[in-house]
Antibody, heavy 116, light 107 residues
Framework: EVQLVESGGVVVQPGGSLRLSCAAS????????MQWVRQAPGKGLEWVSL????????YYADSVKGRFTVSRDNSKNSLYLQMNSLRTEDTAFYYC?????????WGQGTLVTVSS | AIQLTQSPSSLSASVGDRVTVTCRAS??????LAWYQQKPGKAPKLLIY???SLQSGVPSRFSGSGSGTDFTLTISSLQPEDFATYYC?????????FGQGTKLEIK
C-alpha cells in the first residue's frame, strides 16, 4: 500500500523559512516523479512543484519560484520542500503526491501557517 | 502559464440528476487533463485521467470528454456521495495548474 506522510508544518512568521518532509513507503520511491500541491484553508488546489526521479530536474509554480526548493533523498525514500521568504499567502495545507502527471496517490497534508 | 477556467463555480442538483462540469484551458493541452473529487478534510481523489480514461474503481456514472481547450466531466445520475467539490488539472506543460473548482451541492 502506498503511503505518503508529510511533516514539518508549523506556525512561522512572515519572512521566515521552513522545510517540509514527505516520507514515502509501499512503492519504489526512485521510480517515481514526485509533486507538491497546496490548498489554502477553504480555497482551491494550487500546484506547487515537481521533481524528477533522480532529483536533477524541478519545476515550480510562478508564485513560489525563487523562494521554494524541492529536493529528494532516494536513499531515505523522502521528499522535501524548502520554503524561504514565506508570505501570509503561503498559508495552506501542503500535500505530497506521487507520479509525473495525474495524481492517484496523495498524502494527508501538513498545515503551514504564516502569521505574525 | 496555462489557466484553467471551470464552470459553473457552484451547482445545486438533486439525486438522480445528470450533471456536467466544464473546464476550459487558455491554450491547447491535447488530452493532458485530469478530474478530481474532493470532500471536506480529505485529499483529492482521482476520477478521470487523460481527459476520458476512468480511474480504476471509480463508478461508471463518471465520464470525461474533450481535447484541446474544452473538456467536460459528466455524472450521469447523481448519488448522495457525489456531493463534493470537483477540480480539473492540466499536465500538458509546466507549470501544471488546477481549475478553481466546482462545488456540487444538494438542491
Amino acid at each position: 500500500e502506498v503511503q505518503l506522510v508529510e511533516s514539518g508544518g508549523v506556525v512561522v512568521q512572515p519572512g521566515g523559512s521552513l522545510r517540509l518532509s514527505c516520507a514515502a513507503s509501499g512503492f519504489t520511491f526512485d521510480d517515481y516523479t514526485m509533486q507538491w500541491v497546496r490548498q489554502a484553508p477553504g480555497k482551491g488546489l494550487e500546484w506547487v512543484s515537481l521533481i524528477s526521479r533522480d532529483g536533477g530536474t524541478a519545476y515550480y509554480a510562478d508564485s513560489v519560484k525563487g523562494r521554494f526548493t524541492v529536493s529528494r533523498d532516494n536513499s531515505k525514500n523522502s521528499l522535501y520542500l524548502q520554503m524561504n521568504s514565506l508570505r501570509t499567502e503561503d498559508t495552506a495545507f501542503y500535500y505530497c503526491a506521487k507520479g509525473p502527471a495525474a495524481i492517484l496517490d496523495w498524502g494527508q497534508g501538513t498545515l503551514v501557517t504564516v502569521s505574525s | 502559464a496555462i489557466q484553467l477556467t471551470q464552470s459553473p463555480s457552484s451547482l445545486s442538483a438533486s439525486v438522480g440528476d445528470r450533471v456536467t462540469v466544464t473546464c476550459r484551458a487558455s491554450q491547447g493541452i491535447s488530452s493532458a487533463l485530469a478530474w478530481y473529487q474532493q470532500k471536506p478534510g480529505k485529499a483529492p481523489k482521482l476520477l478521470i485521467y487523460d481527459a476520458s480514461s476512468l480511474q480504476s474503481g471509480v463508478p461508471s456514472r463518471f465520464s470525461g470528454s474533450g481535447s484541446g481547450t474544452d473538456f467536460t466531466l459528466t455524472i450521469s445520475s447523481l448519488q448522495p456521495e457525489d456531493f463534493a467539490t470537483y477540480y480539473c488539472q492540466q499536465f500538458n506543460s509546466y507549470p501544471y495548474s488546477f481549475g478553481q473548482g466546482t462545488k456540487l451541492e444538494i438542491k
